[in-house]
């Protein structure tokens, strides 16, 4: 429901934004007597409106993350309309030249710098999205390479806010309009600035230091963290960004990580070994301090509200966030009947099962099913169905590789389990 009122808000924007356009027409048949240049306007408005909300989207508040349901919702969004507004954008040249052909000389203007400094503004914002887009989705950067180009996203959207100040056109003529697109190229400059230069400042950080590192199994280990001063209080499924301090390599890098542990004296964190960043934090050792950022998440939030029965199934590194919810449940919700299912490739792989015992013998009402893949094959909604015996009226909660999440999602809802009581938190887009 949180993410339909969401997406809901962009159309509901963006269909503002062509009602006032449109009532700022003198003559409202000029629209359909030069198709091509309306289409240029509005796809310029639309998608101007689209990157604008991307750059607030990236921010992390918290009330944007309450209106779409979740953090990973959030950022989905945002690369949605990040694409969607750029493709606008793209279009809004195109159509110019269509609408001017065969006046070459006027067309050339709209897409090749001249002696026009508004439309020159406009072409040179065009092609530094192009450029920062494609290092984004063609271009397979390392990490902090692709986030250092993408810390300047903002530049292409301030010169484009003053093509739209300075270029002949409806926006300019029209005040209301001008101040409707005008608010949203601000917001989203002031987002911006505040995701480049305030973020890391402002006091949404939490000083710890690492407490204990330990190799759970070859490529993955626990981290705990103690708070220096200030606490973080978080909910049980919740997570968190981490930034490493005084490393070269991690200057600026904050990474998210689920919170494997409920108590407020310490934070556990689970770690997988599968990227840039992960791999350099074997170097770190115990002592050395952090930047936690959060608690970010609703991935938890039925466990809290709820009383259903429920299933959990958590592969790989995807069981760290459960493992907080054990412990929320041992303690909170002692008669809730929970079957929880670890999924991992063989034995081997099988880093938390010794924890596990220990947790869910501790919990009440509390069915552990360890599932190795090597021996059962991948699990299956109809193998989750036949264990638990029913899944109706139950509430499912996914975590783990994106693949898997999506497969089994289809075959529960083929099943006839409703879609908002399935529960999933998309890593991959964080």
């Known amino acids: 429901m949180q993410k339909i009122i969401g997406v809901t808000s962009i159309f509901v924007l ?10 700022g027409k003198e003559v409202i048949p000029v629209i359909w007597l030069t198709p091509q240049r309306s289409i240029a306007e509005i796809t310029g408005l639309i998608g101007t409106i689209l990157i604008s909300l991307s750059f607030l989207f990236a921010t992390r508040m918290k009330w944007i993350e309450n209106l779409f349901g979740g953090l990973d919702v959030v950022y989905r969004v945002h690369h949605i309309m990040g694409g969607l507004g750029f493709s606008f954008i793209l279009y809004h040249p195109v159509f110019l030249v269509m609408g001017v052909i065969p006046n070459f000389t006027l067309a050339l203007s709209y897409v090749f710098i001249s002696s026009n400094i508004s439309y020159d503004l406009g072409i040179l914002s065009l092609y530094s999205f192009i450029i920062l887009l494609m290092l984004t989705f ?74 204990q590192i330990a190799m759970a199994a070859d490529k ?43 108590a407020e004296d310490h934070i556990t964190i689970g770690v997988k070994v599968s990227g840039d960043y ?96 090597k021996e059962k094959g991948h699990i299956t909604a109809g193998a989750v169905g036949y264990i638990c015996k029913s899944l109706s009226d139950k509430y499912i909660f996914l975590c783990g590789p994106n693949k898997m999440m999506e497969g089994i999602i289809e075959q529960f809802i083929d099943l006839g389990v409703k879609p908002d009581h399935i529960i999933f938190e998309d890593f991959n887009v964080l």
Request: hydrophobic share 45%; aromatic share 14%.
């Open 14 to 23: 963006c269909f503002v934004t062509i009602v006032i356009w449109v009532l």
């Open 138 to 211: 063609f271009i397979r950067l390392p990490y902090s390479t692709w986030k250092k180009t993408h810390e300047w996203m903002g530049i292409p959207l301030l010169i484009g806010g003053i093509h739209v100040l300075l270029v002949q056109s409806d926006t300019s003529l029209n005040l209301v309009l001008k101040l409707w697109i005008m608010g949203f190229i601000i917001m989203g400059l002031i987002s911006f600035f505040y995701v480049r230069f305030l973020y890391a400042l402002l006091p949404v950080k939490y000083a710890y230091v690492i407490d």
């Open 220 to 262: 993955t280990f626990k981290i705990v963290l103690k708070p220096e001063i200030r606490k973080m209080i978080h909910n049980p499924g919740q997570f968190i960004y981490l930034e490493i301090k005084d490393l070269l390599w991690s200057e600026g890098e904050r990474h998210p990580f689920s919170i494997a542990s409920y």
């Open 278 to 373: 992960t791999t350099k934090l074997e170097e770190v050792k115990a002592g050395q301090k952090v930047n936690i950022y959060g608690p970010y998440g609703k991935f938890g939030e039925k466990l809290i509200v709820k009383d259903a029965d429920e299933i959990w199934i958590g592969a790989g590194i995807g069981i760290t966030p459960f493992l907080s919810m054990l412990e929320y449940k041992r303690i909170h919700k002692p008669q809730l009947q929970v079957s929880l299912f670890y999924c991992f490739s063989s034995p081997e792989d099988a880093v938390y099962d010794n924890e596990l015992q220990t947790l869910t013998t501790q919990a009440q009402n509390v069915t552990y099913i360890p599932f190795c893949s």
